[in-house]
């Protein structure tokens, strides 16, 4: 079991970032320890620049998202937790790769046509070759489990594409170069929305703060928002099906139930025939317990800024040990002679 994923270090982690993929990586990380497997999760710095970037603000944000993931549980001595930029075989195995990806397979990519929008011609290149530098992420350590959310599911298939293709095109039938990797797509309820609109995903782009739980707000902050989000006058229902068409609604009852470990309608059962009045403070409160040792720990790393750059320095040094013969053997299959 090898598991690899990757994450841009853009934005200000927020809730939705934690339920919906860190504490995948958390659990998946203590279950390939166990299982004697390995676990790589690396910032996805060289992705972050396929949209316009602020340099200082590329290294700074790198650096918070290594103390956010620390803080959450993640454990640099169980993964191996690194940026691209210091792992050159992410770009060198993407060039290659980008002799084997087609146009046509790009093309079809929707996350390029929804952040390309009518303007393709002004979009930069790496914004188009984006999935072809993912690819080469988990082709590049063998992965067999991919933690990604919903929407990443169409740039794991199309790694699964390219890494077929090669292996037809340059690898013998009985010693394949690349291992087709599976995406490990976390249950719907992981899909946290955002405060103010139940329809729109919580996210760092939001105008309105208010919309998400930043992982570093205080108390204070998390129980103005808990109280001020959106939902409608009705109670809490008992069952599920009465959370149709309230979207608001069932967002905060699968927030909890996330937080708590429970499912929906466990939720239900204990807070069914309640109003918010009764229910948003005892979520405000779950969150509080959740976020902040988290808080805390976050803080603490910030100020060690030698200790995350050492841990970075450390992880970089196993992906480059880890990658090594998977990009020799696939510049030896092209016929391309190293030095
Ligand atoms: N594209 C992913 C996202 O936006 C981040 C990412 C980059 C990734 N490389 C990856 C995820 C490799 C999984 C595997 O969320």
Known sequence: MRV????????????????????NYVKLQDEAHAAGGECFIFLADLHAISMPHDPAELSATTREMVATLVAC???????VLFNQAQVPAHAELQWLLSGTARMGWL?????????????????????????????????????????????????????????????????????????????????????????????????????SDLARINLIDDADTIMKKVKKAKTDPEPLPSEEAGLEGRAEALNLVSIYGALS??????????????????????????????????????????????????????????????SGDTLAAAYKALGLVRG
Do not use: C
């Open 107 to 207: 093309n079809r990519m929707t996350q390029w046509k929804d952040k390309a929008g009518k303007n393709r011609e002004g979009q930069s290149i790496a914004l188009f070759t984006y999935p072809v530098l993912q690819a080469a992420d988990v082709l590049l350590y063998q992965a067999t489990h991919v933690p990604v959310g919903e929407d990443q599911k169409q740039h794991l298939e199309l790694a699964r594409d390219i890494a077929q293709k090669f292996n037809n095109d340059f690898a013998s039938e009985d010693a394949p170069i690349f291992t087709l990797p599976e995406p490990i797509i976390p249950p719907e309820a992981a899909r946290i929305m955002s405060l103010r609109d139940g329809n729109a995903k919580m996210s760092k782009s939001d105008v």
């Open 73 to 79: 549980g993640l454990d640099p001595s169980k993964t």
């Open 261 to 322: 470990g429970q499912s929906v309608s466990d939720v239900l059962g204990e807070f069914g025939g309640q109003g918010f009045g009764v229910f948003k403070p005892a979520l405000g409160e779950l969150m509080i317990d959740t976020l902040s040792p988290i808080n805390t720990r976050f803080r603490d790393l910030m100020q060690d800024r030698e200790a995350l750059d050492a841990i970075l320095a450390r992880g970089a040094a196993k992906a480059r040990e880890a």
């Open 4 to 23: 690899v994923s990757g994450i841009q270090p853009t934005g200000q982690p927020h809730l939705g970032n934690y339920l919906g993929a860190i504490v």
